[in-house]
DNA sequence: CGAAGGTTGATGCAGTTGCATGAAAATAGA
DNA sequence: TCTATTTTCATGCAACTGCATCAACCTTCG
């Protein structure tokens, strides 16, 4: 077996990381001015707002997310302390919790989204051609 | 102008985050299960490798790993601490200091590169078909 | 049933990162 | 020259992450 990458696999991997970076910095940076809350913070919300009144357990948010389960565990906390999200026992099993975002939560998703959106397409968007980004989009979902 | 992403241009952008993520997870853990030290170390003693006996003044290192500034700068504390890596004095800017990786910088380095290499492999190339990494490579590189 | 094992979630502590700032030296410009 | 600006690097402090572990509950199986 060939437990080598070949030169470019290799290019596909620094690659990934750099893009990656360079893109998310980029993101990052815009919600920083703009004085809104990280990129995590509109990922947990986002999910929360797609699963509706019902809300998630945060292993089920733990899983979309790909978190850990302390660093969702305290995501949790700093969302429920700025008034974004609400935690509810769920009967069916005590140990659990449903967390279920508020009103505050989705506006607040909606204002990062007017960052977010236009800050996407400038990092990514204009950066491809017509149909490049579907084609990058097919490659990377084979690395998840 | 438009600033909303498309539909293909937000799905590359996601599959990017996740792809990065499940990457690093898998290669991270297995330089930890290793005992070896994390992907940062590697990157640093890898330019400083290339760089040879001249060595690289900090802030070139910096640009070259996308690194913050004060990130570089304790990572090359922990590097110095770890004896990989010598601080040297330089007479032309005395503001300035050059980063020499020492012999025991480049056995760790090879030593991960052991496990690195195969790693990549893992999370990248046993995913992709013949000729699909370096249309990903060349993909990436418009990102960045 | 009841013990063993698995799942869910929180948390103390250490290590790392982000932010703001500072000190020292180099450079530019009047 | 000599002052203002920029560059290079470090660091105190707060926030965040990683690790280990714990408590509570659920599930499985003899």
Redesign the interface.
């Known amino acids: 077996m ?5 030169e ?18 980029t993101i990052e940076a815009r919600l920083k001015a703009a004085g809104l809350p990280p990129l995590s913070w509109y990922d947990a919300l986002w999910e929360l707002e797609r699963a509706g009144e019902a809300g998630l357990r945060p292993f089920e948010l733990e899983r979309a997310l ?1 978190f850990e389960q302390y660093n969702l565990s305290r995501l949790a906390d700093r969302l429920e302390k700025a008034g974004l999200v609400e935690r509810r026992a769920v009967e069916a099993d005590r140990r659990g919790q449903m967390l279920i975002i508020t009103p505050a939560g989705r506006d607040l998703r909606r204002r990062m989204w007017a960052i977010y ?2 800050a ?2 400038e ?3 204009d ?2 051609a017509a149909g ?6 097919a ?6």
């Open positions: 060939d437990r080598k990458p070949d470019a696999t290799e290019a596909a991997w620094i690659g990934l990381s750099r893009a990656q970076r360079v893109a998310t910095a790909l959106a236009p996407i397409q990092a990514v968007g950066r491809l490049e980004a579907a084609t990058l989009a490659l990377l979902g084979k690395l998840a």
